[in-house]
């Protein structure tokens, strides 16, 4: 029963369409491309350099004989906002936290800690990670 009064919108539609009359297309005038010497294709150019992303330090001990500079603090922090959507992992958190430290111009972040919240307003579960932004010298 539902589908006859879609059976007859279909055709009545296709019965409007055969009322129209047929109209000839206006001839295209043909022009014909200029010949034009060769020039050579410029270089394409290279896409700039992204920045390495900062190394991760997980104690102090690593740290121990290199000089760095502190540039701050900075964190990390993924949302699952649902269960059915992508899960709220560390790994995520600590790779939006080198990203944020790249940011800063650092190129490494010693993590202090990690963990995984539930029942932080508007997430039902979120990973949470924070550190410093440190800047190591080659010296």
């Not at 992303?53 to 699952?80: I, R, W």
């Not at 899960?87 to 990690?114: I, K, P």
């Amino acid at each position: 029963m539902r589908a006859i009064p879609l059976v007859f919108l279909a055709l009545s539609l296709t019965g409007c369409s055969l009322l129209q009359p047929k109209t000839a297309p206006a001839p295209q005038p043909v022009i014909e491309p200029a010949v034009e010497p060769a020039v050579e294709a410029p270089a394409k150019a290279k896409p700039a350099p992204r920045p390495a992303t900062a190394v991760l330090y997980n104690s102090a001990e690593e740290l121990v004989g290199k000089p760095f500079h502190d540039m701050g603090e900075v964190s990390g922090s993924v949302c699952q906002a649902s269960m059915q959507d992508t899960m709220a992992t560390v790994a995520n958190a600590l790779r939006r936290m080198q990203t944020r430290a790249t940011a800063m111009r650092a190129n490494a972040v010693l993590v202090h800690n990690c963990q995984v919240v539930r029942g932080v307003a508007g997430c039902y579960r979120q990973a949470i990670c924070e550190g410093t932004a440190l800047k190591i010298s080659s010296q």
